[in-house]
């Protein structure tokens, strides 16, 4: 891949801001997170777009479309993001297909560019032409880890006996070479953001572990450690529906069943996360 990609259409003044969902394994809490963000988002009053560049399992879309259908059969309304999808290319050669995905990415971008304050993009659970293409272009890139080091693996590689960080892995090259990418085309900057999701309240000495190593790594490779999500029923009980619980009190809890204490702790938990995500538009907002 040329190393001058960018892929961040120019010239097109007060863009929008950049966020994107992204980690080389499956199953880790992106298009969860990308959504609970995307409905945060809208419910402060921002214009949000998506792009879904995971155009097989499309889950971040396919939540979004149920909120559509659920909001038109009950006669409710409900800010709505603008979403898209780019799916990979069809054309034979590399070649052929990267510059096609380049330009179709470019497309959604600008698609969206005029109507919306923020793009979130949810990216695959591997390696993708497109995927490299969105890390360069963001602006804050969101990697949620399940306390695991099978998860933890693709970051750092780590020391069995000291669980020391010996350096870099995959996925953290991968984002290292979408900065130098990134400074060489515009002098951009991506603020890197790793939380952890699905966080339970059992293994504390797991937890421990791996919060350590995080910690670790924020120092070693420029990334930014921030408390996610814990598990909980909530954050994807919801996806039939399209809602979040952010939704919720609009709508009175689950069923008539009313707002439970695991709901308001959800919130508070959304809250912190949004709020570590120290977004710029948002700050200059709040105050
Ligand atoms: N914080 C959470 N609590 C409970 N379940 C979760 C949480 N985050 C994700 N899940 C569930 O884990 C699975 C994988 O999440 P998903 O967001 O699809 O991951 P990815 O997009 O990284 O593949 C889904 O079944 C989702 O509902
Ligand atoms: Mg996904």
């Not at 995905?101 to 591997?126: H, M, W």
Request: hydrophobic fraction near 40%; glycine fraction near 8%; include cysteine.
């Amino acid at each position: 891949m040329p190393d001058s990609d960018i892929n961040r259409p120019e010239g097109i003044p007060d863009r929008p801001y950049l966020i994107v969902l992204g980690n080389e394994k499956g199953g880790s809490g992106k298009s969860t997170t990308a959504m609970h963000i995307v409905v945060s988002l809208l419910a402060e009053g921002y214009k949000v777009g998506t792009i879904d560049l995971d155009a097989r399992q499309k889950s971040l879309t396919r939540y979004i479309e149920n909120r559509r259908k659920y909001c038109s059969k009950n006669g409710l309304e409900m800010p709505m993001p603008r979403e898209l999808v780019v799916p990979k290319s069809e054309l034979r050669t590399a070649d052929e297909a990267e510059a096609d995905e380049k330009q179709r990415f470019e497309q959604a971008y600008l698609t969206l560019a005029g109507n919306v304050d923020v793009v979130v993009i949810d990216c695959p659970g591997s390696d993708t032409y497109l995927s490299r293409l969105a890390h360069t272009a963001a602006d804050t890139l969101v990697t949620p880890v399940n306390d695991s080091f099978v998860d933890l693996d693709l970051l750092a590689h780590i020391d069995p006996e000291t669980y020391a960080v010996q350096g870099p892995s995959l996925y953290a090259e991968m984002v290292w070479k979408a900065r130098q990418r990134r400074a060489v085309a515009d002098g951009g900057s991506i603020d890197w953001v790793v939380l952890r999701n699905r966080v339970g309240t059992l293994h504390a000495k797991n937890k421990e572990r791996v919060e350590a190593v995080l910690s670790e790594l924020s120092k070693r490779i420029g990334v930014r450690y921030v408390s996610g999500l814990g598990e909980r029923v909530v954050y994807r009980e919801l996806f039939l529906r399209g809602l979040t619980l952010i939704d919720l009190k609009q709508q009175g809890g689950i069923d008539g069943r009313g707002l439970s204490l695991s709901h308001v702790a959800a919130r508070q938990e959304l809250r912190a996360l949004v709020n570590a995500l120290n977004l710029p538009f948002r700050k200059a907002k709040v105050g």
